[in-house]
């Protein structure tokens, strides 16, 4: 009997110890939170346990990056009404123009001397010497049968007399897809005119006016001509078709470019040229395979030549030598913001017979606007 009870306050005893160790020791555990997060050090894999501490900073560098590179896709406004809203820049630089013109017009004699004077204002403006006594002579005569000589009726009269001189000429880009194929624009002219930029800029105003755009970099001479333009192209959410080597063949690039973009359905293709001298024969031929191994994928809609509008007369000797190349089509002016000699607009589109359909007025990338000649003139009078 002894032995039994001995053998139940064993038994009782060791529940009791048990318990104890069940219940009291994980209580204790939890008493305390665990440390935050961002307080413990960051666990060692297994594969960096015994790595060394440059090993560690070669790995961390090869992590990929969420953030790095980057680049957020824009909406770039409407093209519709930019000439209007950059008004304002235009009319700071063209000013003097008009205001010289105004204030000859608006003396009580109007001489010989004065008419004169009157022609020289425009020829330094590079309206040209041909347009220049065009638009003196018919001033003269509707100065003499209308008898104007109020400020008012002045302003008025030289306003028409200039955008009769801007002409009438359909200035619309052809930069719809037609017939399943998408619109071709050929972006031509020299160095230093601005031509990728206007490129990635025509882009922008084509993509927020909700087309579609592909851009192809058949600039293959210049190294970052195909970095710059594909830079303008990610900020939008255009492509670039690019070679893949510096020095590639041009027309080839661009073949592809259309290739691609016929089969991606897009609206329109620009393709960005090498800058080229108008005096340099092998290189101008080039330009014209361009558009000729194009155009067996697909028509040229646009052969758009980028000019420089501070280049005065210089710039209508190119425009003559690349007309004859590519048959251009339109007419972009750029740096018009910076210059007083708007002029140009009314000579190059008398020399060539094209219209100025996009005018570069400013370096931000939405003063790319399409040209309005009563907005353009009304800028120079004031």
């Known amino acids: 009997m002894e032995y039994v009870i001995l053998i139940i306050v064993i038994a009782v005893l060791a529940l009791s110890t048990g318990g104890w160790l069940l219940f009291v020791r994980p209580r204790r555990g939890r008493v305390s939170a665990p440390p935050a997060p961002s307080s413990l050090p960051a666990k060692a894999t297994p594969s960096q346990a015994g790595a060394t501490a440059p090993e560690q900073a070669a790995a961390e560098a090869g992590k990929p990056q969420a953030t790095a590179g980057v680049i957020e896709v824009e909406r770039p406004p409407p093209s519709a009404g930019r000439m209007v809203r950059l008004r304002a820049r235009l009319a700071r630089s063209q000013g003097s123009v008009g205001s010289a013109l105004l204030n000859l017009l608006s003396r009580d004699r109007l001489d010989d001397e004065t008419w004169d004077e009157i022609e020289e204002v425009l ?9 220049a006594r065009l638009m003196v002579d018919d001033l003269k005569t509707k100065v003499k049968v209308l008898g104007v000589r109020g400020p008012a009726e002045v302003k008025n009269l030289l306003r028409d007399e ?4 801007l002409g009438d000429e359909d200035r619309s880009l052809r930069t719809a897809k037609h017939n399943g194929t998408p619109a071709v624009v ?3 002219g020299v160095n230093g005119t601005g031509k990728t930029t206007t490129v990635g800029k025509l882009a922008r105003a084509l993509i927020g006016d909700g087309e579609t755009v592909l851009l192809g970099a058949a600039d293959t001479f210049r190294a970052a001509a195909a970095d710059q333009l594909q830079t303008w192209g990610e900020r939008v959410g255009a ?18 470019a259309v290739s691609e973009g016929i089969e991606t359905g897009v609206d329109a293709v620009i393709i960005d040229t ?6 340099k024969v092998g290189l101008m031929d080039e330009l014209g395979k361009v558009k ?15 000019l420089d509008a501070t280049t005065g007369q210089n710039g209508l000797r ?5 007309a004859e190349v590519v048959d251009v089509t339109g007419i972009v002016l750029t740096k018009l913001d910076g210059t007083a000699k708007g002029g140009i607009v009314i000579a190059v589109q008398r020399e060539l017979g094209v219209p100025v359909k996009l005018v570069g007025l400013g370096e931000g990338p939405d003063d790319l606007a399409p040209f309005d000649p009563a907005a353009f003139v009304d800028a120079i009078l004031g």
Not at 239 to 256: C, H, L, Q
Not at 274 to 279: D, K, Q
Not at 292 to 304: G, I
């Open 123 to 131: 020829i330094t403006a590079d309206v040209g010497v041909v347009p």
């Open 274 to 279: 090498a800058g080229r001298l108008h005096t």
């Open 292 to 306: 000729r191994v194009v155009e067996k994928k697909a028509p040229v809609d646009e052969v758009l030549l980028v």
């Open 239 to 256: 492509k670039t078709v690019r070679a893949d080597r510096d020095g590639a063949d041009p027309a080839s690039v661009a073949f592809e």
């Open 162 to 165: 200039l955008i009769y001189q």
């Open 318 to 322: 190119q425009a003559r030598v690349f």
């Open 186 to 188: 050929l972006m031509v």
